[in-house]
């Protein structure tokens, strides 16, 4: 019996070795792949003037929609941010999805917006609209106030009442840099045919200084938990998504800054309703609908336009953001879990769905059973103490090691950050997240498979605080 | 086996830990070094960009080579400053600009078109095309049948050169690139301007690509090509259906007032495609005779065409607001009187 268990012991060591060494090399190779990939664009679009896109006789118009659900804090900076972008013809369509703030009556006033009848055609099913309004201020703007119907219904909605070929999905506490529009839909103009979605930067806009819907001064923000955060998205977003753009395997845009082709979208049916993690449903669909059509196309992320979001400043906050992300990732991967290595759907079916299955949907579960089966040989005594001390530094080192990358990344490439000190508390906090932050999120995206089966479809709110909005000294 | 574990991991982290500390120290370092860069280039950049003016308010050419012969070893501020110059000054002081291109930078950039590297080549392409003239049209040739981003930038390059014949071997490379990306071709081609007429005159002869053709005929209309009339007459009654949405776009842009005959045919042809192009044009027409038609599709059983229908309405002023409010009152079709009503509130709120 003692042997058999000292065998299970043995086996389960090697597998949890074997796992970290592999999603390590993993995330280490995204990372070498990521730099080349930036420094190849970076190059490409030197001596290229963004302006010159204004110019073009053919730049598709893209419908910029924005649900938004009590966002009374952010809605007319995040608007105005919208409504001043640079691009040749776009529209901005804020569908209010039955706020119970005073998100509606806030746009209201300072738009002058009035009530008309508006005809669309509506290619999806949605909730009831209340009522459709316009401003004779701003003739960019069409507001849509419907019945509560989440946000993907929302979202629906707004993709009914767009007239544009292009459609831009954004979150209404988020503002764009005002060239964001024009970098994320170049490769619609370079590659009309095979183009069909593509995606940018997103970074979190807590502690930065915010006039007339732009962003004035980035200051790295007070909060730890947002500082922890800011490590986070720039591996996810330089040294993730990028590489995972190149080997045609990205099936995250993020539903916060995204811009798709609108015929493509319709014919999959518009973002599904029964899902919370509408974003990455759609690209998942859409490659999924597209090698069954048999249909060449791509979906890329561009490492430089950005968009600046708001993000959870409190431990409660976190928690239920993490964990509806990973139940809108769960829930996508099954949907479309036919592709799971499946060579139909080429590289999206090979690498993509088994890298997403094993490392990114499994990964929280099977470091959590890690630390599990860890506390159990604790209270057995068959810890190897020299061992696990080497293994759990090891762990820590390689985390840091990347997290220290993806900055070199964003030093290369973007360089938000303007002081030196910034960059150095961020990577302290890159060596700091390892210890219980790490854990904690682990813990909650773990969580979020057990609440799937108790079928929780909470989309769980986030207390705002709202941008920092700088004082006119006149 | 667990002696070779621990070894591994033991080496593993300490070859970890000694990277992370070169990879922050190299961020640190870059980071300042690349702050007194950036000090150094703006300093220079401001010296060489008042340079450069004297010289272009002098008009001096012995100037412009001084200043060449001085800032030759700053690649990137001269670079940047000439770039910046070139897109906002126009006549004699772009001759100055050119000498100091030509003195400081063109035989690197030479070069440089040479290099294995595509990112290099691309660079040199582009920053030639912006200073090239009439005779240095054959270092762009070789170029053409190189990578699809370098032919694109070289074909770029030529469209800059004012010269016929260039202009031709553009055109010729649209003809036989048999994967044309249209959206770059188009911005090239827009921007020569009304210099191509007589070559799209030639090319809509030709047995072109449906995508290619339809580019011509649509930029016959955007550019505009009014000469070019009587040849896309003869396309309206085109088999494939996009040359005849192109065509009636043409026409739309183009506004000569005898097409409506043609546009009147377009707008009941087979496709709701082309009928909705051709009621957008006969809109923008403003001929009050197309009141019925447009008044007619404000019926049609397809939206584009009613959009485009009520959109023609409103721009042929108080006779077409009137329509729309006879429509919107009407209760035959549910479609027309939303559509007319939508046009009037929109009318309402625009004032």
Redesign the interface.
């Known amino acids: 019996m003692l042997a058999y268990l000292n065998f299970i012991i043995h086996i389960f060591n090697n597998f949890i070795l074997a796992y970290f060494f592999l999603i390590n090399s993993f995330y280490l190779f995204f990372l070498i792949f990521s730099l080349f990939g930036i420094f190849r664009y970076r190059s490409l679009t030197s001596n290229v003037r963004m302006n010159e896109v204004l110019s073009l006789p053919l730049a598709k118009p893209v419908s910029i929609i924005a649900p938004a659900f009590n966002e009374e804090l952010n809605i007319i900076e995040s608007v105005k941010s919208l409504l001043s972008l640079q691009y040749p013809l776009h529209e901005v369509i804020v569908v209010n999805d039955g706020s119970d703030d005073l998100t509606l009556e806030k746009l209201i006033r300072t738009f002058d917006l009035k009530k008309v009848k508006k005809v669309f055609k509506k290619s999806i099913e949605t909730q009831p609209i209340r009522g459709i309004y316009v401003s004779p201020l701003e003739p960019k703007l069409v507001v849509v106030d419907k019945i509560n119907g989440k946000k993907a219904d929302a979202l629906n909605a707004g993709l009914n009442v767009s007239r544009y070929p292009l459609f831009c999905a954004i979150d209404t506490d988020s503002v764009l840099d005002r060239d964001a529009l024009l970098k994320v839909a170049r490769p619609f103009h370079e590659d009309p045919e095979r183009t069909v979605g593509a995606g940018g930067i997103v970074s979190l806009s807590n502690g930065c200084v915010i006039e007339r819907g732009r962003i004035l001064r980035v200051r790295l923000p007070r909060n730890f938990f947002v500082r922890f955060q800011i490590i986070e998205y720039l591996r996810a977003f330089l040294g993730g998504r990028m590489a995972l753009s190149m080997l045609k395997s990205i099936l995250v845009i993020s539903g916060t800054f995204g811009i798709f082709r609108k015929d493509i979208a319709l014919q999959i049916g518009g973002y599904r309703n029964d899902t919370i993690g509408e974003d990455m449903d759609l690209v998942v669909r859409m490659r999924k609908y597209l090698h069954e059509q048999k249909r060449p196309y791509r979906i890329t992320f561009i490492p430089d336009p950005i968009c600046w979001t708001e993000a959870p400043e409190t431990l409660k906050g976190l928690e239920r953001q993490r964990n509806r992300w990973h139940r809108g990732l769960i829930e996508s991967l099954f949907h479309s879990f036919k592709m799971f290595l499946n060579p139909r759907y080429g590289a999206t079916g090979m690498f993509a769905m088994p890298f997403y299955v094993i490392f990114e949907m499994f990964g929280p579960l099977l470091e959590l059973l890690g630390y599990v089966i860890f506390a159990c040989y604790v209270f057995l005594g068959k810890v190897n103490y020299p061992f696990a001390l080497d293994f759990f530094l090891l762990a820590i080192v390689f985390g840091t090691l990347i997290s220290l990358a993806a900055i070199l990344l964003e030093e290369f490439f973007l360089r938000r950050y303007p002081r030196l000190t910034d960059i150095l508390i961020i990577i302290a906090f890159g060596v700091l997240e390892n210890f219980l932050y790490r854990q904690f999120l682990s813990f909650v995206r773990a969580k979020a498979f057990f609440d799937l089966t108790r079928g929780e479809k909470k989309w769980g709110q986030m207390e705002r605080k709202g941008f920092v909005i700088e004082q006119s000294h006149s | 086996m667990?002696i070779f574990?621990?070894i591994v991991?033991?080496y593993?982290?300490l070859f970890?830990?000694l990277?992370?500390i070169c990879?922050?120290t190299?961020?640190?370092l870059?980071?300042?070094i690349?702050?007194y860069q950036e000090a150094m280039f703006k300093t220079r950049y401001l010296q060489a960009e008042q340079e450069i003016l004297m010289a272009i308010s002098l008009g001096k050419p012995e100037l412009a080579i001084q200043v060449a012969q001085k800032y030759k070893s700053q690649v990137k501020a001269l670079t940047q400053v000439l770039?910046n110059f070139m897109?906002t000054i126009s006549g004699n002081g772009r001759e100055i600009l050119k000498i100091i291109f030509d003195h400081a930078l063109k035989e690197r950039l030479l070069k440089d078109l040479h290099s294995h590297l595509v990112?290099r080549r691309?660079?040199a392409t582009?920053?030639l095309g912006l200073f090239a003239v009439s005779s240095e049209t054959a270092t762009f040739l070789e170029l053409l049948h190189d990578k699809p981003?370098v032919k694109l930038a070289a074909v770029n390059a030529l469209a800059h050169v004012p010269d016929q014949d260039t202009l031709s071997l553009v055109f010729q490379v649209f003809e036989k690139d048999s994967c044309p990306?249209?959206?770059?071709y188009?911005?090239i081609i827009?921007g020569i301007g009304n210099k191509i007429e007589p070559l799209i005159k030639n090319y809509l002869k030709k047995s072109l690509s449906v995508e290619k053709m339809s580019l011509l005929i649509?930029?016959a209309g955007?550019i505009p090509l009014g000469s070019l009339y009587p040849e896309l007459l003869d396309l309206a009654s085109h088999h494939e259906k996009e040359i005849r949405i192109k065509v009636a776009k043409a026409f739309g842009k183009l506004l000569i007032p005898d097409s409506y005959e043609t546009l009147l045919k377009l707008a009941r042809d087979n496709a709701w495609e082309v009928q909705a192009q051709a009621i957008k044009s006969l809109g923008n027409l403003k001929n009050p005779e197309a009141l019925e038609i447009l008044t007619e599709a404000l019926f049609s059983p397809f939206?584009y065409v009613r959009y485009n229908a009520r959109e023609g309405l409103l721009k042929l002023g108080p006779q077409g607001i009137r329509r729309l409010e006879e429509v919107s009152q009407q209760k035959i079709d549910r479609?027309a009187s939303?559509?007319a009503?939508?046009a009037l509130?929109?009318l309402?709120?625009?004032?």
């Open positions: 667990n574990l621990r991991v033991t593993s982290l970890c830990l990277f992370c990879l922050l190299f961020i640190v870059r980071r300042i690349i702050q770039v897109e990112i691309l660079r582009r920053l981003l990306n249209i959206y770059t188009t911005s827009f649509e930029l955007k939206w479609f939303d559509m009503e939508m509130d929109d309402r709120y625009s004032r």
